[in-house]
Every structure is written in structure tokens, then in C-alpha cells.
């Protein structure tokens, strides 16, 4: 999702998210123990050893979801295929780490498959940070959280999704991020710009280029993303409250004053045939410093 003309159903399913703005005074909630999908699941930091959540055999450790079927997986659309995760792409939903975790370094590699959306517009997914809440809390697809972007061209967009706990109160999902505004009016992460706390927009890449029409299979000019039919390395290191982002170890975005600040991992399924390998989630090398 990171047209500037947002539609529901295939580019921008996050309308609902972007809908639910911050309440006056609460772009900053205070740090206290993140929501997870279930309150009896530990928060993990990784302290020493690199944890795998997946064995490269099956999808044991992880959790289906789909928009239609819930749980039920009937077109077996998450399976295993020569070693990497495979998402169909015939639906929408979410492949979710059954773990959630705090404070670590998420290193995961993506290649696209063949089939997309049937749409003119660039192929999608993302990877979604601090999922919290009951599976599916946002509008059924989703859950509250923090997409890392990988739309071609979009990819390390920041996108705030707001979903809803069991007793359907908002779970206020927010950040900040220093940005500077681009020759389009649209912001851009800068190091050392502008804080700018969260209202409702996406927060593009360092280098999203302004005017990009994310056609199908297009690239923006200063894309760091790998080629088509490649691999793509992506890092999103969570530390306390700050989330910093790379594409194949080019630092593309970041924000902080993050909230929730733990959860578990979800690797998005939007109608666009997608795989994932070695994803590692790795202790972070000092302790997290102090929230800005």
C-alpha cells in the first residue's frame, strides 16, 4: 500500500488504518507491556543465540491467517517450496511468527513469484512489526502493527495499522519519524529533520521518488532493492522504541517513540505470489538506549 490515491482492495487495504487518527494529546502513549495476539505468550528478546522461527521444512512456529477463511488454509496458500516460505498470493492475509518478541534484529530475504494481482499497479507485500491484538483485529485482514513496506519502489515505507483488542478498544498503534518534505509536498525520512509524529499519512523511504506511478514492475530511480526475480535482503532492527529499517544494507527509514514496542512478526500476503528465507531474529549488539 503506498499510492497516493488510496484504494481498499488490492494497492491500499490500509484505508481503515490510516482512517483512525491519533487523539489529541496521545501521539506518545506512555510505555507499557505491548498487546499480543495472545496475553499468555511470552515477549522474547534475544539475548545470545539467533533465533530461527523457521526450519526450513514446514511452517511449524508460525500462524495462518486469511481474510476469508481465518485459520483455515483450504488452497494451502502458506506451504514450503524448495526451502523458502511461500505465500500464494491468491488472498490476503498474514504468516505470523506464533512468538513475540522485543528488542532484536529481524534479517529476512524476499524474492516475488509470478503471480500478482491481476492489476496494472506494482507487486505487494510487506513485513509487519509489534503485530498485536486478536488475529485479524484490523478489519479481518490484519493485525495492529507496523508495516515495513516491500510494494516495488515503496519498499521501507513506514505504515501505521490500527486494529482493535478483544474488547474492541483501538489499539493506538503510532510513531514518529525526522523527516523532510520532498519536491511532491510528501515527507521523507532525513536523519536529523523534523520530528514529525504520526496523523494519519505513511512515512516513504528516504528516497521514494516523488511522482512514481508504481506501475507493475517498475522501479523508482534510486531504488536499493534487488532486480526482479532476485533476492532482496531486509533488516528491521527494533530497538526499545525505535525501529530502523535496510534494504540490502542501505539504511532507507526510520522512527521511534514506536508504540507497541513488541509483538510478533507477520509477513504480509496481499494477492501477490511472494517467498521468504532465512529470517533471523538476532540479538541486538548493546541494550536498547532510553526512548527519544
Not at 491484538?133 to 513506514?158: K, T, Y
Not at 511522482?211 to 523508482?220: H, K, S, V, Y
Amino acid at each position: 500500500m503506498c499510492r497516493s490515491v488510496i484504494r481498499f482492495s488490492v494497492v491500499a487495504p490500509f484505508i481503515f488504518a490510516l482512517a483512525i487518527l491519533p487523539r489529541p494529546g496521545h501521539c506518545q502513549p506512555p510505555e507499557i507491556p505491548a498487546a499480543v495476539a495472545d496475553p499468555s505468550v511470552p515477549i522474547i528478546t534475544p539475548e545470545q543465540e539467533i533465533i530461527r522461527p523457521f526450519n526450513g521444512t514446514d511452517l511449524s512456529g508460525f500462524t495462518k491467517w486469511l481474510r476469508e477463511t481465518g485459520h483455515d488454509d483450504p488452497l494451502t496458500e502458506y506451504r514450503v517450496t524448495d526451502g523458502a516460505i511461500h505465500l500464494g498470493g491468491r488472498s490476503m492475509g498474514y504468516l505470523a511468527t506464533d512468538d513475540a518478541y522485543r528488542d532484536y534484529h529481524l534479517s529476512v530475504e524476499y524474492k516475488w513469484g509470478d503471480r500478482t494481482d491481476g492489476s496494472k499497479y506494482v507487486r505487494n507485500s510487506g513485513i509487519l512489526l509489534h503485530a498485536s491484538g486478536p488475529h485479524g483485529n484490523a478489519r479481518g485482514v490484519w493485525m495492529a502493527s507496523i508495516e515495513c513496506q516491500l510494494a516495488q519502489g515503496c519498499q521501507g515505507d513506514l505504515i501505521v495499522i490500527r486494529g482493535e483488542d478483544a474488547d474492541g478498544e483501538v489499539i493506538p498503534v503510532t510513531l514518529t519519524s525526522d523527516t523532510r518534505t520532498a519536491s511532491d509536498g510528501r515527507t521523507r525520512w532525513l536523519r536529523g529533520g523534523s520530528p514529525t509524529p504520526y496523523s494519519g499519512k505513511q512515512f516513504w523511504w528516504s528516497r521514494h521518488e516523488p511522482g512514481f506511478a508504481e506501475l507493475l514492475d517498475t522501479r523508482g530511480k534510486d531504488d536499493v532493492a534487488s532486480p526482479l526475480g532476485d533476492w532482496t535482503l531486509v533488516e528491521c532492527i527494533c530497538r526499545g522504541s525505535r525501529i530502523t529499517i535496510k534494504i540490502n544494507g542501505t539504511t532507507v527509514n526510520e522512527c521511534y517513540d514506536v508504540y507497541p514496542s513488541a509483538g510478533k512478526i507477520l509477513l504480509e500476503n496481499e494477492q501477490n505470489e511472494i517467498y521468504f528465507r532465512n529470517p533471523e531474529i538476532r540479538p541486538l549488539e548493546n541494550a536498547p538506549p532510553a526512548s527519544r
